[in-house]
Structure formats: C-alpha cells, structure tokens
C-alpha cells in the first residue's frame, strides 16, 4: 500500500510539474494572437466584427491556458457566435495565418428578394389590382429564404415582392432578434421550386413581380404569382 503511494503521489507530481510547463508554454508571445485580419465585410461594421473576436479571446480555460493562444483559441465558438449575431453574416470562417494571425473571413447574405408582410390588399372594383398595406415594412430576404434585415422603401419593383406567413423555422438558435429576422419564408425546399418557376418565367421573357401565399401557415397551400405582363400563376407550392 504504501509503494502503491508513493507511486501515485509520484506521478500526480509529475503531472502537475507537466502541467506547469504546459501552461508556461502556452502564455509564450510566439504562440499568442496578436494580429485579427478580417475580410468580407461590406453591410457589416468591421468594427463590430473586431470587438466580437477581441472580446472572445479575453480569458483563460481553467485559469491556466489563455484564449489568444492560437493553437486552442475557441475558433467554433467564434464562428457560431459571428452568425449568431450578425443577421448579415451568413458564415464567418476562421482560419490561422500564423502563429500570431488569425483570419476572420466573412461571407455576408445577399438581399435578394422581399417579404413584405403576410397579406396583400386589393384596390377594390372590377380589377381587384394587389397592392401592398400602406406604411408596409418590407425586409430582405437572402437566396435561401431567410430574412435578415429591414429594407428601405424603394419605388417601383427593384426586389421580387413575397408575401405570406412565414414557416416560423428560424435558423438562430440563440433566437437573440426580434422576429422576423431569422424566421425562413418557406422550408428550403420549397422555396428553392418557387424561385425555380419564377427563374423559368423570367427565361422565357415573363417577369415575375409578386408572390402571395394564399393560405396562412400552411406550406403546401396554393401560391398566386404576378407578373409584369397582366398574367398570374395559381400553383401549389408543395
């Protein structure tokens, strides 16, 4: 029993003495960031971007390893947490130049549609024409369906308009925005076969204006398209 002991106190001192030197190594400059390089931002403040990761990066693991280190810096962490909290961002790639450089790549969501709220109004008479509730709000949406961001008012139609409930899926799990920023208009892969027909109609020389959802919170619910040329689409969307 006591050989047992002192073997074990043996190698808990050994362990604590590697333990030591470990620690010591990790505190060494040559190991520790020093320089954040980001590229990629365009909507999104570099400003912004750079205090997120420079705020990460305070601290230790346990007291004894620093966070700049760059060989155990939390590089998961910092990507979720960019797309957590930057709706602008759809990814953030962290990659070490150096021992002593991190690159923070960002890729930010291209605005590339609008949804415009759940309904659209009719003028009244024998028409009946579609237009937009006034003072509506209008946001962007990115390829994917996602909205991320309040529009500006733009005159006449510089963005294909969507309307109609959202799906209520929302791809932060943090859920730190208001709603509807993160809420997606429909599951992808039904937005992907809207856009699919609007694309036809445009190769073959129909633009496409609007799209309603004719039923609220139902995905497989009839969908109802306009176009430049006095012409609608009726089609269920799922």
């Known amino acids: 029993n006591r050989r047992f002991f002192y073997k074990a106190l043996g190698a ?3 362990f604590l003495v590697l333990l030591f030197f470990v620690s010591w190594g990790s505190w060494r400059e040559e190991v520790t960031i020093a320089n954040v390089k980001i590229v990629g931002t365009a909507s999104v403040a570099e400003s912004e971007v750079r205090a997120f990761v420079d705020d990460a990066l305070i601290g230790t693991y346990w007291g ?6 760059s060989l155990i810096y939390p590089k998961d962490a ?3 947490g960019l797309f957590e909290n930057f709706p602008h961002i759809a990814s953030a790639v962290l990659l070490r130049g150096s021992f002593k450089e991190l690159f923070v790549e960002i890729k930010e969501r291209v605005p590339s549609y609008l ?4 309904t659209l109004l009719a003028t009244g008479g024998e028409e009946q024409e579609p237009i937009a509730a006034p003072n509506t709000e209008c946001y962007f949406l990115d390829p994917h369906g996602v909205v991320f961001a309040k529009a500006p008012y733009f005159s006449g139609s510089v963005y294909f308009e969507m309307y109609g409930a959202l799906s209520g899926t929302n791809v932060f799990t943090e859920k730190r925005h208001a709603p509807p920023v993160g809420l997606l208009f429909l599951p992808l892969g039904e937005f992907k076969r809207v856009v699919a027909f609007k694309s036809a109609l445009e190769e073959a020389g ?3 204006e609007k799209l ?4 609220e919170g139902d995905p497989s619910s009839r969908a109802e398209l306009t176009t430049g040329r006095d012409a609608e689409f ?3 969307n799922g």
């Open 212 to 215: 309603v959802l004719k039923e």
């Open 12 to 14: 808990a001192f050994l």
């Open 115 to 118: 949804w415009c709220g759940s």
């Open 64 to 69: 004894l390893f620093p966070r700049k280190n």
């Open 206 to 208: 129909i633009p496409a």
């Open 234 to 236: 009726i089609f269920s």
């Open 78 to 80: 910092l990507e979720r």
